[in-house]
């Protein structure tokens, strides 16, 4: 079958599900149940569990237990909740729950948006608020904020919910009186990703803007967060003429008539002010021309814009540096602007004949790549430069480059760059750089790529510049390829240039195990402050892509006992760019841990890059890794269960999970009856094994005489206790439960559960052959308790 679009496909996806154990196991405990799929974690099945939620049909409280169990999901992969050390902006850091919980609870703020009637909507979306922004904690005094993955991923998690409640939400955040003066302005760009058209979102915004304490990082993000939201609001742009009438600080003389134009076009009011600052004495030259370019923007015709800049570009009072910002921006607001064209070029040539290098050649020349994009004229006055006998080389290569990025196509640019390639006054590198251009602009130009081979026995430097640049222009030459592992088998080559090399060589021919043993080697062989050190590291990022000896060598670094952070840093970037198969991973999650040190102090650096793991790794071997569990294995408690072992493997789960403290188990084995008919007092010597009280009248002789020492019990206890009747299979006196005692067992109140082949209604019954019997009781007793 086809479908027109995705969308039919995970409709019909959510018309099939009956039940959200397809999404989430209802029997997850804090482990991952063995046959079972989380398709909660699979990208690819967020829109059909939101389409599910949306489903009319679908009972209220189907959807509320599901939308519980995502927000209290357990992945039991470490335990959070604890401050962590101040960052740079003084800032205590937090993490408060486990990797796939976070997941879990994103989905389920996206998942109220279509199911808007969940009781606890306005605690989740103030949970989320928290985790975007931060709060004040008052016994430590520091602001708290969380690492920016998960501030990031809640701020994408507002963005999908219920938009009224988040925006709400958000108002009132950025009305709170003890909000920092930086917080306050995230609020205000927050409002203005989700408050398209709310006019509550922008009252509140231009609340902001009449306040007489407002900083400028505020001031800016509101009108940045209006441009987006107010468009054509009657009410924002009445608020803002009105503001223009008042005495403005320079900064929002400004900002208030951009915000002004920008939500209402074309505004005459808006026009009329910047008009003003255009000629007002306030403004230096660099400020004018930004607000000619703003005013371009809003009003596109305004005839006063362009004259303005070509004004301020004739002016005597303007410095070369600033000449050239006015002449880029005069040529982006008008296209092939020839005054514009003409100064670049002008300054160009100024300084193309020193006889020194000059670095602002390379500044024009990019200018002239920016707005002379096929501009003939530009091209012509490159040529120009070009071919002529005095320029120095530095200037002829920037030029050389500038033809290469505008001139694609353009025969008088190839000509001249053919001609250049043969120049006997030419040095190496000028040469090489002319080469790749003529490569860039004309591709498969057989001289381009003769000149570049036969560069290729110049000096070591070049040699490998012009490798790297044959491999451009001609991926996958061989020559180029075996040039760079010759220098790279070179003893003598200086750490820097083996670097250059190496990393050429794997950019060229991805992949190459002799680059990254090169990179590998020198990271042994370096100094841990030496700068090269930190570029070596860098380069395994970019090159070693899913390379064993690239991985190992990054995590032996990792496993550094003194790591600094900014080497910490490098290394997890480098890890997460090369893409790293699944089995790969797990030796680096296990590093990662352990640099945890059982949550008492976390790298954030680390944290970041086990965050992106466990975006993209299943949770099963996420969990797996992270525990260090075989392929086998899915549970450090428990794989295969052994219904002997019942009593004491639940008892483990209960303190796990710290369920112990609510809840008393009677595990009561029937194979041991001997009056299969009448147990009350063998069931009553297991109670007493587990201290609790003698019954007052005696021993209990009957059943009906336990179910009132049993209804004393459940009146009495502090914890809640639940009675679970199993069968030990290898017990040799096994004989199945007698129906008049199941009967009987039936008329007793509370919370009790058999574990048989044959359902006995209304007694709770679980499968002994079921799999995952353990994972199925502990959801039970979960959700027990938490109806009780």
């Known amino acids: 079958y086809a479908f027109y679009h995705a969308t039919f496909q995970e409709y019909f996806?959510?018309?099939?599900?009956?039940?959200?154990d397809y999404f989430l196991p209802r029997n997850h405990v804090d482990f991952p149940v063995v046959g079972k799929e989380y398709r909660i974690f699979e990208a690819q099945w967020k829109q059909v569990i939101l389409l599910w939620l949306g489903r009319g049909e679908i009972e209220r409280k189907h959807k509320q237990k599901f939308i519980d169990a995502l927000v209290n999901f357990e992945d039991g992969c470490g335990e959070w909740g604890v401050l962590y050390i101040l960052d740079?902006?003084?800032h205590l850091l937090r993490v408060e729950k486990g990797f796939y919980e976070y997941r879990t609870y994103f989905l389920a703020v996206a998942a109220i948006a279509e199911f808007q009637d969940y009781s606890q909507i306005d605690e989740i979306i103030r949970q989320i608020v928290k985790w975007r922004f931060g709060y004040f904690d008052t016994q430590k005094q520091k602001w708290v904020k969380f690492f920016n993955v998960i501030s990031n991923a809640a701020m994408e998690a507002l963005q999908q919910t219920h938009r009224p409640k988040a925006i709400d939400a958000l108002v009132e955040r950025l009305n709170s009186r003890d909000l920092r003066d930086y917080i306050r302005g995230e609020v205000a760009a927050s409002l203005g990703k989700i408050g398209q058209g709310n006019q509550k979102a922008i009252d509140a915004l231009v609340q902001q803007l009449n306040s007489p304490a407002?900083?400028?990082?505020?001031?800016?993000?509101?009108?940045?967060?209006?441009?987006?939201?107010?468009?054509?609001?009657?009410?924002?742009?009445?608020?803002?003429?009105?503001?223009?009438?008042?005495?403005?600080?320079?900064?929002?003389?400004?900002?208030?008539?951009?915000?002004?134009?920008?939500?209402?076009?074309?505004?005459?009011?808006?026009?009329?002010?910047?008009?003003?600052?255009?000629?007002?004495?306030?403004?230096?030259?660099?400020?004018?021309?930004?607000?000619?370019?703003?005013?371009?923007?809003?009003?596109?015709?305004?005839?006063?814009?362009?004259?303005?800049?070509?004004?301020l570009l004739t002016s005597p009072a303007l410095n070369d540096d600033t000449r050239r910002e006015v002449a880029a921006s005069l040529g982006k607001i008008d296209p092939g602007n020839q005054n514009a064209i003409d100064t670049l070029v002008q300054q160009l040539i100024s300084s193309a004949f020193d006889e020194e290098y000059d670095s602002t050649s390379r500044q024009v020349a990019v200018m002239l790549e920016e707005i002379g994009q096929g501009n003939q004229t530009a091209i012509d006055a490159l040529v120009q430069l070009l071919i002529s006998p005095d320029l120095n080389?530095?200037?002829?290569?920037?030029?050389?480059?500038?033809?290469?990025?505008?001139?694609?196509?353009?025969?008088?640019?190839?000509?001249?760059?053919?001609?250049q390639i043969t120049s006997p006054a030419h040095d190496d590198d000028t040469r090489r750089e002319v080469s790749a251009s003529l490569g860039k602009i004309d591709p498969g130009n057989q001289k381009a790529i003769d000149a570049l081979e036969q560069l290729l026995t110049s000096?070591?430097?070049?040699?490998?510049?012009?490798?790297?640049?044959?491999?451009?222009?001609?991926?996958?030459?061989?020559?180029?390829?075996?040039?760079?592992?010759?220098?790279?088998?070179?003893?003598?080559?200086?750490?820097?240039?083996?670097?250059?090399?190496?990393?050429?060589?794997?950019?060229?021919?991805?992949?190459?195990?002799?680059?990254?043993?090169?990179?590998?080697?020198?990271?042994?062989?370096?100094?841990?402050?030496?700068?090269?050190?930190?570029?070596?590291?860098?380069?395994?990022?970019?090159?070693?892509?899913d390379n064993q000896t690239a991985i190992d060598a990054l995590i032996q670094i990792l496993n550094s006992p003194a790591l600094d952070n900014y080497t910490c840093g490098q290394v997890a970037a480098s890890l997460k760019k090369m893409n790293i198969k699944t089995e790969k991973q797990f030796?680096?999650?296990?590093?990662?841990?352990?640099?945890?040190?059982?949550?008492?102090?976390?790298d954030k650096n680390c944290y970041e890059l086990i965050w992106h793991y466990g975006e993209n790794l299943p949770y099963s071997d996420f969990y797996r890794a992270w525990h260090g569990l075989t392929e086998t294995q899915t549970s450090p408690l428990v794989q295969t269960l052994n219904l002997a072992q019942l009593p004491q493997l639940l008892q483990t789960q209960l303190t796990e999970t710290n369920l112990h403290q609510n809840l008393q188990i009677f595990c009561i084995?029937?194979?041991?009856?001997?009056?299969?008919?009448?147990?009350?007092?063998?069931?009553?010597?297991?109670?007493?094994?587990?201290?609790?009280?003698?019954?007052?009248?005696?021993e209990p002789e009957t059943l009906p005489q336990l179910k009132s020492y049993w209804n004393q019990l459940r009146r009495d206890s502090d914890q809640h206790p639940i009675l679970i009747f199993y069968e030990d299979p290898t017990s040799p006196a096994s004989q199945g439960l007698s129906p008049t005692f199941l009967n009987a067992l039936t008329r007793f109140d509370g919370t009790i559960c058999l574990i048989a082949d044959t359902p006995h209604p209304p007694l709770q019954t679980f499968s002994p052959h079921d799999s995952d019997l353990l994972q199925t009781i502990m959801s039970w007793l979960q959700h027990t308790i938490l109806e009780a």
């Open 669 to 698: 084995d029937t194979s041991k009856f001997i009056d299969t008919d009448n147990p009350a007092l063998e069931i009553y010597e297991q109670f007493l094994n587990q201290n609790c009280p003698q019954r007052p009248n005696g």
């Open 13 to 20: 996806a959510a018309l099939a599900v009956d039940d959200w």
């Open 587 to 602: 030796a680096v999650i296990t590093t990662l841990k352990a640099k945890f040190n059982d949550s008492q102090q976390v």
């Open 459 to 545: 000096s070591n430097y070049i040699r490998r510049e012009v490798a790297e640049s044959l491999g451009n222009i001609d991926p996958g030459n061989q020559k180029a390829i075996d040039a760079l592992v010759q220098l790279l088998n070179l003893l003598h080559l200086d750490d820097v240039t083996r670097w250059l090399v190496a990393e050429s060589l794997g950019e060229i021919d991805p992949g190459n195990q002799k680059a990254i043993d090169a990179l590998v080697q020198l990271l042994n062989s370096l100094h841990r402050n030496d700068l090269t050190f930190l570029r070596v590291i860098q380069s395994l990022g970019k090159i070693g892509q």
């Open 393 to 419: 080389n530095y200037t002829r290569g920037d030029v050389a480059e500038s033809l290469g990025e505008i001139a694609q196509g353009n025969q008088k640019a190839i000509a001249a760059l053919e001609q």
């Open 88 to 90: 740079r902006w003084e």
């Open 214 to 311: 407002l900083d400028h990082f505020t001031l800016w993000e509101a009108s940045l967060s209006l441009d987006k939201i107010a468009s054509g609001n009657q009410k924002a742009i009445a608020a803002l003429e009105q503001l223009l009438k008042l005495n403005l600080d320079d900064s929002a003389r400004c900002l208030v008539p951009v915000t002004l134009g920008y939500i209402d076009p074309g505004n005459q009011n808006a026009i009329a002010a910047l008009e003003q600052l255009l000629n007002s004495s306030i403004l230096d030259d660099d400020s004018g021309r930004q607000v000619a370019v703003i005013l371009k923007e809003i009003d596109p015709d305004n005839p006063k814009v362009i004259d303005a800049l070509e004004q």
